[in-house]
């Protein structure tokens, strides 16, 4: 009676273990062809359309400065971003008689209201022809936790102050620069994708730091590609999967063998769907370190088990050793 439960028991669980598995299959089935489609889109390397938080003005031969803002780099640890701020300057014979200081702030929810302080970087331009080639490195906010649905937000504040010969600074207005300056924004940040971009009101953002409205602001959202959150999602769920249905109906004398490469095994996927990241900075690394954890109580209860009933036998059953 008891081997006749047992038996519906494991039949019962190979039959959850099946239909899981069929539903997953499914799922992938149903996802693959976004997963073409954003991996295509990766291969194809196809350059996001240019942002402006200006107007798209035309360069006239008068004073004209034009400013791209192109996110290079993204460490989602640190939350910093690498900025690079490229353009040129062109103006009318004769230059020099001014040089504009532009400065970048770092721009989020939290510095709505005067909640926190803004961090920026600047840059300083010439009247002169010269081009415009510079390297700064601004904040941004998300949860690595997330991983792979983790999302971004990066948000930039833009002032702009014009310092004549032998006057003191003068912040320029909107109606100073409306026909004048060209500000745009463009990114190619690796394993992410910009999922929208807004100019909003500078006035709508004033950190402690800042004591007059943004000439410029705009913020941009970030989430990983479709592909990356299909095959990261597949790979986790079809592991735990095999750790349980092996881990469930192996035989005791397979089953130590097994939990070590399913463990080796576990670490090997991780690299292959997390890289660089640290170890216990994703949520990724927690189911991963649950699934371990899994395996190793697993083996402890069936040795428990296994170990008590060749306890209880009779020791004239015991096969003699050579």
Known sequence: MKKIIMKISAFRFSLIISVAAAFSSLIIL???????????????????????????????????????????DVDEMTQVVTIEISGERSCVAPCGAFEDKITFFGINEQ??????????????????NVPIASEIKLPFTGRLFLYPFDKYTFGVGINIERTY???????????DVEDSFEVSFSESVARMELQNFNAVNGADYKPRNVTEPYLFAAIAKFE?????????????????????????TRPFNEL???????????????????????????????????????????????????FYKISKRDPSDVPASN
């Not at 194809?44 to 034009?66: A, M, N």
């Not at 510095?111 to 002169?128: E, G, L, Y």
């Not at 990356?228 to 592991?239: A, F, G, Q």
């Open 30 to 72: 149903a996802l693959l062809p976004m997963a073409v489609q954003s991996i295509v889109k990766d291969i194809r390397g196809l350059v996001p359309e240019q942002q402006f938080l200006t107007k798209d003005l035309t360069d006239h031969g008068q004073h004209f400065t034009d400013i791209e803002i192109s996110l290079k």
């Open 224 to 248: 990983r590609p479709m592909h990356l959150k299909i095959i990261v999602t597949m790979v986790v769920l079809m592991i735990v999967l095999v750790s349980v249905y092996t881990m469930a």
């Open 165 to 175: 010969t032998g006057q003191p600074a003068k912040r320029l207005t909107p109606k």
């Open 111 to 128: 510095t709505k209201d005067q909640r926190s302080h803004s961090k920026n970087a600047s840059i300083t331009i010439p009247d002169a």
């Open 256 to 306: 130590i063998i097994d939990v070590g490469a399913i463990i080796l095994g576990i670490f090997g996927a991780r690299e292959l769907v997390i890289k660089d990241f640290p170890s216990d900075t994703t949520c990724v690394d927690t189911l991963f370190g649950m699934i371990v954890l899994y395996n190793l109580v697993v083996v402890v209860f069936r040795s428990i088990s296994h």
